[in-house]
Antibody
């Protein structure tokens, strides 16, 4: 069965960077884009960007341009989301999610989420 | 960016009730509208895509309708496990954007 398993919770200081991983299983890893979506405490869902694990191509939301990178390692079916220059506004649960139908902008399977807390 | 507006933001209902949630897009999105259910501490779960197509495994009491800018999610007979927050999302253009959510409470 399709599974996305994310790395554990992180606590970071303002100005630091965080790298969250997402390991996929149960399907052909290179056939589906991975989206990254975040959710601040008690808030809604915010799309950050997506990565094509096959080509490494990425698309990011304007808000995160220059501060985020997304990469994939096909040898271990894992994608990574790296967010730099963290502020308290980046405190959120970060989800990876598989793009439905390969490259669609909606997702049929989601990781369990990774809580990133930014605090001095 | 396309703005998605859901209404109401919360509602109270009882088991067996028919529940309808509305979602409006700031511009036409054809039928590129999806619905997710999220329970506390859990990841969102895809319920409906392309406005009215039920995701595999989702109970038939869930249905979606609409096109262009106006959409609805209907739960025909609310079950105890349906108490959750529901989000709409447009996948018509990048960036994909979500509605603010509708919390369905007892």
């Amino acid at each position: 069965q399709v599974q996305l398993v994310q790395s554990g919770a992180e606590v970071k200081k303002p100005g630091a960077s965080v790298k969250v991983s997402c390991r996929a299983s149960g399907y052909m890893f290179t056939d589906y884009y991975i989206h990254w979506v975040r959710q601040a405490p008690g808030q809604g869902l915010e799309w950050m960007g997506r990565v094509n694990p096959n080509s490494g191509g990425t698309n990011f939301a304007q808000k995160f341009q220059g501060r985020v990178s997304m990469t994939g390692d096909t040898s271990i079916s894992t994608t990574y989301m790296d967010l730099r220059r963290l502020t308290s506004d980046d405190t959120a649960v970060y989800y990876c999610a598989r793009a439905a139908s390969g490259s669609a902008y909606y997702s049929d399977y989601w990781g369990q989420g990774t809580l990133v807390t930014v605090s001095s | 960016d396309i703005q998605m507006t859901q209404s109401p933001s919360s509602l109270s209902a009882s088991v067996g009730d028919r529940v309808t949630i509305a979602c409006r897009a700031s511009q036409t999105i054809s039928s590129y509208l999806n619905w997710y259910q999220q329970k506390p501490g859990k990841a969102p779960k895809l319920l409906i895509y392309a406005a009215s197509t039920l995701q595999s495994g989702v109970p038939s009491r869930f249905s979606g309708s609409g096109s262009r800018t106006e959409f609805t999610l209907t739960i025909s007979s609310l079950q105890p496990e349906d108490f959750a927050t529901y989000f709409c999302q447009q996948s018509y253009s990048s960036p994909p954007t979500f509605g603010g959510g509708t919390k369905v409470e007892i």
